[in-house]
């Protein structure tokens, strides 16, 4: 009596793993086209000492976003100690005046006028191992007179009002002077706490409290709440996602457009700029109206 030969399973198996291939490769497919098809945030980077050139690029940016239909929020990516007051200040106008919601993420630092632009955004987050804070302003510069006196060098005072040369590093400063300087010094620290307890919905003596210029890690700022959220990237993108009202995003960098020359002069310029650093930043006299991380950490 012949026997039936047993059907062979070897064909079902591999029908089932085709289909099991095809199915994963559809929701690869499907999780990409999402990915690309999410919601975009704009991010936009602040890594260096604010000056008006800083600035100019900055405010740039953020009105590029803010007029992109496709953009649903702007993260802004700060690493800074701070810089100039008006270069701060036109930052920090910029990012009130945008019409999307804005989330400042501090990396390792975010303080003095970089704080201030940060306090400008809906939503401040930072690592609790950040720098943030110091809130005040710095005017201090070296000052020559004795050496010139030890050199016989004389220098003559011709000014046309009695503070014109006020501050300058070949006089002594005067008891009127050091008052005059302190004044705008002052004045300057008071537009700073006024901003940052409008910003961050705080009265002015909780921020003039704690404008004495120190530096605190972003765990001490967001018990003074300086800051709103520990974190980093992901946490970041999390909140602008719930300001915006996303499920989901992605993240596009926003950079200033520059020819090969205009990059090329860039590196230029920053080699010039480290290689006299040791030199220039030990004898250029700083402005009054610098807001700039004076410790080192």
């Given at each position: 009596?012949?026997?039936?030969?047993?059907?062979?399973?070897?064909?079902?198996?591999?029908?089932?793993?085709?289909?099991?291939?095809?199915?994963?490769?559809v929701?690869?497919?499907?999780?990409?086209?999402?990915?690309?098809?999410?919601?975009?945030?704009a991010?936009?980077?602040?890594?260096?000492?604010?000056?008006?050139?800083v600035?100019?690029?900055?405010?740039?940016?953020?009105?590029?976003?803010?007029?992109?239909?496709?953009?649903?929020?702007?993260i802004?990516?700060?690493?800074?100690?701070?810089?100039?007051?008006?270069?701060?200040?036109?930052?920090?106008?910029?990012?009130?005046?945008?019409?999307?919601?804005?989330?400042?993420?501090?990396?390792?630092?975010?303080?003095?006028?970089?704080?201030?632009?940060?306090?400008?955004?809906?939503?401040?987050?930072a690592?609790?191992?950040?720098?943030?804070?110091?809130?005040?302003?710095?005017?201090?510069?070296?000052?020559?007179?004795?050496?010139?006196?030890?050199?016989?060098v004389?220098?003559?005072?011709?000014?046309?009002?009695?503070?014109?040369?006020?501050?300058?590093?070949?006089?002594?400063l005067?008891?009127?002077?050091?008052?005059?300087?302190?004044?705008l010094?002052?004045?300057?620290?008071?537009?700073?706490?006024?901003?940052?307890?409008?910003?961050?919905?705080?009265?002015?003596?909780?921020?003039?409290?704690?404008?004495t210029g120190?530096?605190?890690?972003?765990?001490?700022?967001?018990?003074?709440?300086?800051?709103?959220?520990?974190?980093?990237?992901?946490e970041?993108?999390?909140?602008?996602?719930?300001?915006?009202?996303?499920?989901?995003s992605?993240?596009?960098?926003?950079?200033?457009?520059?020819?090969?020359?205009?990059?090329?002069?860039?590196?230029?310029?920053?080699?010039?700029?480290?290689?006299?650093?040791?030199?220039?930043?030990?004898?250029?006299p700083?402005?009054d109206?610098?807001?700039?991380?004076?410790?080192e950490?």
């Amino acid at each position: 009596m012949a026997t039936k030969n047993k059907p062979s399973v070897l064909p079902a198996l591999l029908i089932t793993a085709l289909i099991l291939i095809a199915v994963i490769y559809v929701g690869v497919k499907l999780s990409q086209e999402e990915k690309v098809l999410a919601p975009t945030m704009a991010v936009i980077t602040l890594d260096s000492s604010i000056d008006s050139n800083v600035a100019k690029d900055m405010v740039k940016l953020l009105r590029k976003a803010d007029k992109d239909n496709d953009v649903k929020a702007i993260i802004i990516e700060i690493n800074s100690p701070g810089g100039t007051v008006v270069a701060s200040k036109e930052i920090a106008t910029a990012v009130k005046q945008t019409s999307k919601p804005t989330v400042a993420w501090i990396r390792e630092v975010g303080a003095s006028g970089a704080y201030w632009i940060a306090s400008a955004s809906n939503k401040i987050v930072a690592d609790e191992a950040s720098i943030t804070g110091s809130i005040g302003v710095t005017g201090s510069y070296l000052e020559y007179s004795k050496l010139f006196d030890k050199y016989g060098v004389t220098y003559n005072s011709l000014t046309s009002g009695k503070y014109k040369d006020t501050g300058s590093p070949y006089k002594e400063l005067s008891d009127s002077d050091r008052s005059y300087l302190l004044s705008l010094i002052n004045a300057l620290k008071v537009q700073f706490v006024q901003a940052v307890a409008e910003n961050r919905h705080l009265t002015f003596d909780q921020v003039n409290n704690l404008a004495t210029g120190q530096v605190m890690l972003g765990a001490d700022a967001q018990k003074f709440k300086l800051i709103d959220t520990l974190g980093g990237k992901k946490e970041a993108q999390q909140v602008a996602e719930k300001l915006a009202g996303l499920k989901s995003s992605r993240l596009v960098q926003y950079e200033q457009s520059q020819s090969i020359f205009g990059s090329l002069s860039s590196e230029a310029q920053s080699l010039a700029y480290w290689a006299g650093r040791g030199i220039g930043d030990s004898v250029k006299p700083q402005a009054d109206s610098e807001l700039k991380l004076v410790a080192e950490i």
